[in-house]
């Protein structure tokens, strides 16, 4: 049973460490945070922050789950800053607008 319990703490800790590269690689790439649910991130934070605490508080220094929790917490964290960097800003949209809208008149009416 104790290497069953050990087997299950590695691929729960590896599933939970690795979640969030995906979604952080993507956002790197495509430079796009549009579709991202930054109040999911931010909860997941705060979540991992309060998970460390509880289980030095009530488990100890266990490495897997402090390791999970410590990870994890970079990711989600990772996500976050990703969102502020590369969020859409109402300045430079309305800078794409302007230009968009300027188009040269042909003053001879010749087309």
Not at 16 to 42: A, G
Not at 46 to 54: M, W
Request: glycine share 6%; charged share 15%.
């Amino acid at each position: 049973m104790n290497e069953l319990t050990n087997i299950l703490g590695v691929v729960y800790t590896i599933a939970f460490i690795t979640c969030y590269w995906p979604q952080i690689i993507k956002i790197h790439r495509t430079k796009s945070v549009e579709d991202i649910s930054l109040p999911l991130f931010q909860l997941s934070v705060i979540g991992y922050i309060a998970a460390i605490f509880y289980t030095l508080l009530r488990v100890g220094p266990d490495f897997w789950w402090l390791l999970n929790y410590g990870v994890s917490l970079f990711g989600a964290s990772w996500v976050c800053f990703q969102y502020e960097n590369y969020k859409k800003k109402p300045g430079k949209q309305r800078k794409i607008v302007k230009k968009a809208n300027k188009i040269p008149r042909n003053p001879q009416g010749i087309m």
